[in-house]
């Protein structure tokens, strides 16, 4: 069964750092593009960066383009998002996707319709 599972959330004071984790079971994450995505409450769920099976390729939504980093490792079967200087507008659940299998390598998006498979979200909040 194919399953991911995310985690590294938390309170952070605005200026903090976090780093989620999006761990793969049942698949190997090397064989997908993976997404991040969050939900803030009352608003739609919002593409946050994405990067290709080769690693090589990424994208960041404006807004946290400079503060957030995405990367893999593929030896864990992991992809992390590096949130640096985190505000309170960056307070949502975020979750990790991943892609149809076997896409071309340097394929990447934010938009969550090209995903197939999510995990359960982690809550991320930012607050003084």
């Known amino acids: 069964q194919l399953q991911l599972v995310e985690s590294g959330g938390g309170l952070v004071q605005p200026g903090g750092s976090l780093r989620l984790s999006c761990v793969a079971s049942g698949f190997n994450l090397n064989n997908y593009a993976i997404g991040w995505f969050r939900q803030a409450p009352g608003m739609e769920r919002e593409g946050v960066s994405c990067i290709s099976r080769s690693g090589d390729s990424t994208i960041y939504a404006d807004s946290v383009n400079g503060r957030f980093t995405i990367s893999r490792d593929s030896a864990k079967n992991t992809v992390y998002l590096q949130m640096n200087g985190l505000k309170p507008e960056d307070t949502a659940v975020y979750y990790c996707?991943?892609?149809?299998?076997?896409?071309?390598?340097?394929?990447?998006?934010?938009?969550?319709?090209?995903?197939?498979?999510w995990g359960q979200g982690t809550q991320v909040t930012v607050s003084s």
């Open positions: 996707a991943a892609s149809r299998p076997m896409l071309p390598r340097g394929w990447i998006s934010v938009r969550d319709r090209d995903y197939a498979y």
